[in-house]
């Protein structure tokens, strides 16, 4: 995986979009609050959000990265089953988070795990696409960007970001 040269605290205080780079290291089943049942195949996930709050990527990002144990979000239910590879950002007042979910599948020859994840609050199927090998190369920040007609998105390992944010690494799960 090939990270963006400089992954800025300053650039990430700002509000943006991202697109979390997950790891399903074994199948699991996993129960996905109000959704219910979800089965998960090993291999890679990916996951559109944006961070619009006062703490903007930084605080969304920084949640991600501190796994909570108290579920806020639909994404916070895969952390037993997942580790957070990395994230592709963007900077921005415009949501690129729709743009990108309906155009996932297709652009990485994905699937919907769970039709409505992270979409209650949007007309998007889904905000989580699963691939069969995490999905991660500067073609896909040039796909993303083409696709919204926004920006190129940098991408940040999750050890860029820990380090950009002042964190300690996220623990793994167990295989």
Same mark, same amino acid.
């Given at each position: ?88 950002? $963007?900077?921005? @007042?415009? !949501? ?5 979910? %309906?155009? /996932?599948? &297709?652009?990485? =020859? +994905?699937?919907? #795990? ?15 696409? $699963?691939?069969? @090998?995490? !999905? ?5 920040? %040039?796909? /993303?960007? &083409?696709?919204? =007609? +926004?920006?190129? #998105? ?15 690494? $996220?623990?793994?799960?167990? !295989?």
């Amino acid at each position: 995986m090939q990270s963006l040269p400089g992954t800025a605290p300053a650039d990430l205080r700002r509000p943006g979009s991202y697109l979390l780079v997950l790891q399903v290291t074994r199948a699991a089943g996993l129960q996905i609050g109000a959704l219910g049942e979800t089965r998960l195949a090993a291999g890679g996930l990916l996951y559109a959000g944006s961070a619009f709050g006062a703490g903007g990527l930084a605080g969304r990002l920084g949640h991600h990265l501190r796994r909570s144990s108290r579920p806020r979000w639909h994404v916070d239910y895969l952390w037993p089953a997942t580790q957070l590879l990395g994230a592709w950002w $963007a900077c921005g @007042e415009r !949501a690129l988070e729709h743009a990108w979910a %309906r155009s /996932l599948p &297709e652009l990485v =020859g +994905g699937w919907l #795990p769970r039709p409505g994840f992270g979409a209650s609050d949007c007309r998007c199927p889904a905000h989580l696409v $699963a691939t069969a @090998e995490p !999905a991660t190369g500067a073609e896909l920040g %040039r796909a /993303l960007a &083409e696709v919204a =007609g +926004g920006p190129v #998105p940098r991408f940040s390992t999750a050890r860029e970001l820990e380090a950009a944010l002042g964190r300690a690494p $996220a623990r793994s799960p167990r !295989a």
